[in-house]
């Protein structure tokens, strides 16, 4: 089976990708050079060419996986999982790990250790998880699976905008009502 390099909706979702992964970035810099007090070059000369090489390396090497598994079950219909950095994870490490650390020390570098490590550990708990992952795909619903994504969904990406838009309610609950309305009935909106 001949599988293409790139089909239609490839250059929505490369430009989607990328600039959620540049607002990911500019975060993650943010947060070391202003909460954790890191030096800029220190962030700039290393945190940021290693990430920029791991951002690479592991797209390439997903979308090496995807094309395999493509190939292995006969399937058009196979996307690589996007690699980059996760945002709730991102916000943990600073806020909880490194955060009370460098309040602690005054020290940014022993701080960024302490993220190093917890990323290390985590790690290790990802690699066990993939050998027992399978087992948990195979005996718990499926709808457990995903009822847990969905929770986290909620609470790290919708209830903060939800809770802000009371800010400038006379704008968004228009809004919202036009979404539910969209999402929730058949009337179209206007030119569609």
Do not use: Q
């Not at 954790?36 to 940021?48: E, N, Q, R, T």
């Not at 390396?57 to 996007?82: F, Q, W």
């Not at 994870?89 to 022993?110: D, E, K």
């Amino acid at each position: 089976m001949k599988l293409p390099y790139w089909v239609r909706g490839d250059t929505n979702a490369f430009f989607g990708f990328g600039v959620n992964v540049l607002v990911n970035v500019l975060t993650l810099t943010g947060l070391c050079i202003g909460v954790i007090k890191m030096p800029a070059s220190d962030v700039f000369g290393v945190i940021l060419p290693a990430l920029g090489i791991a951002l690479v390396a592991g797209n390439i090497y997903y979308t090496h996986l995807a094309r395999r598994l493509a190939r292995k079950e006969n399937r058009s219909d196979v996307t690589a999982m996007p690699y980059g950095p996760s945002v709730p994870h991102m916000f943990i490490v600073i806020f909880v790990i490194m955060l009370p650390i460098y309040l602690t020390t005054g020290n940014a570098i022993r701080a960024w250790t302490a993220g190093i490590a917890w990323a290390f550990i985590i790690g290790v708990i990802v690699l066990i998880g993939a050998f027992v992952g399978p087992y948990i795909r195979k005996y718990a619903p499926r709808a457990a699976l995903l009822g847990t994504l969905a929770g986290i969904s909620i609470t790290f990406i919708s209830m903060n905008p939800a809770g802000n838009m009371w800010r400038a309610a006379w704008i968004a609950l228009p809004v919202l009502g036009l979404l539910l309305i969209g999402l929730l009935t058949d009337v179209n909106s206007p030119r569609r």
